[in-house]
């Protein structure tokens, strides 16, 4: 099947249109580039000049689809052209032909047609001096070079200009990517972080609350159901503090009028009161001296959060809390009774685990939790280790 050419650009037909007319003007005037006795002009008929100016004017049409074509057939052209008494427009034509096959032809081609043209023109300036002696033998090389060198220059200017602006396109194009790719990433990560504050400061309360309510609705003794509701409302005014922080905190940076305090371990005796006054038999053994603001904050949360699923799924019997630092290491150990339930005590998301995997990964430490035997029986473990100099860097 045979391969149709590509029409020609619209510019490249009002180029091609408008240098005929212009040649067919100076023609019809009788306004060559020669005179009738120049000894270039081997043919003197008139009619001559209209067939390379007839040929260049359709290599126009190919100056953008085909520029290598158009230039090889216009310097055949252009070399007729020179044996007939010329056309100013046939010249102009062709040099547009040399400037569109550096702009528009490969990379290759736009190498090597500069080099060759000012090749060209050195031999066209050194040879006449040489041969004639005659310092008008230089006129010959500069039309040479302006016909041929000056357009091939010119578009390689042009072409090395608009390859810098696509490249600066493209450039800003993929700043623009990374800067919303960098964006996304911010917001997955805040929202990330806001869901593990939201899930450990508030889990526990409503954890405790759901336990003791369920406690207060099955027992009919009441001094038991008057203890219940007293932790109820406890966890439940805490809960709302906490809360009423957090929203303060999203809304304008402030909680209270000023920013609310990151928990430190310091607090952790608290947080073991609170969870024994829950119902859980909680022992803290704490070694952790000065530590880095988020491996203290990372510390305090997977502790909070290790005693929250222990009160909703551990078994009856002692929960221990250890902390200590070794060689720039914070180790976080707790463990729990191991109860095979069928369901948890109070309803859970599932998310607690995975907030304490995240909060390890961000500092690059170790986590691992699981059930394990030991002396007293089989227990759920909550390991984590911490490095000191990362959080130093967060």
């Known amino acids: 099947m045979a391969q149709t050419l590509p029409r020609p650009h619209r510019d490249d037909v009002r180029i091609a249109v408008g240098g005929l007319l212009g040649g067919l003007t100076l023609w019809g005037v009788g306004l060559h580039s020669r005179g009738p006795n120049d000894p270039m002009a081997r043919v003197d008929q008139g009619w001559a000049v209209l067939v390379p100016l007839v040929a260049l004017a359709g290599c126009e049409l190919m100056r953008r689809t085909r520029p290598r074509t158009a230039l090889l057939i216009g310097t055949v052209a252009l070399a007729a052209d020179l044996l007939t008494r010329g056309n100013l427009a046939s010249v102009v034509m062709f040099t547009d032909l040399v400037y569109a096959a550096v702009l528009y032809g490969s990379p290759a081609a736009a190498r090597r047609i500069p080099w060759i043209t000012g090749l060209v023109t050195v031999i066209s300036t050194v040879w006449p001096v040489a041969l004639w002696r005659r310092p008008e033998g230089l006129l010959i090389g500069a039309f040479c070079g302006l016909v041929t060198f000056t357009p091939a220059a010119t578009g390689w200017i042009v072409r090395n200009h608009r390859d810098t602006a696509v490249a600066e396109r493209l450039r800003a194009e993929q700043t623009a990517l990374l800067a919303e790719m960098d964006r996304v990433q911010a917001v997955t990560a805040e929202r990330a972080r806001m869901a593990r504050e939201l899930h450990d400061m508030v889990a526990n309360h409503l954890s405790a609350i759901a336990i003791h309510s369920t406690a207060a609705l099955s027992l009919r003794d009441p001094r038991t159901s008057e203890d219940a509701l007293a932790v109820i409302r406890e966890n439940s005014v805490e809960g709302l503090a906490e809360m009423q922080r957090l ?25 073991v009161d609170g969870a024994r006054a829950n119902g ?79 909060r390890v990964a961000l500092l690059h430490g170790t986590f691992e939790a699981g059930p394990e035997d030991s002396p007293a029986g089989r227990v759920w473990t909550v390991r984590a280790a911490l490095p000191l100099n990362r959080g130093e860097a967060a």
């Open 247 to 271: 929203i303060g905190i999203l809304r304008d940076g402030s909680g209270d009028d000023r920013p609310a305090a990151a928990p430190t371990l310091d607090g952790l005796g608290a947080l």
């Open 280 to 358: 859980l038999d909680v022992a803290l053994s704490a070694d952790h001296g000065k530590v880095p603001a988020p491996v203290e904050l990372a510390a305090y949360r997977i502790v909070q959060e290790s005693l929250t699923n222990a009160l909703k799924h551990a078994g009856s019997g002692p929960v221990t809390v250890a902390l200590a630092l070794r060689d720039d290491w914070l180790t976080t150990r707790v463990t729990s009774p191991y109860a095979d339930r069928d369901r948890p005590r109070a309803p859970g998301s599932g998310a607690g685990l995975v907030g304490m995997r995240e």
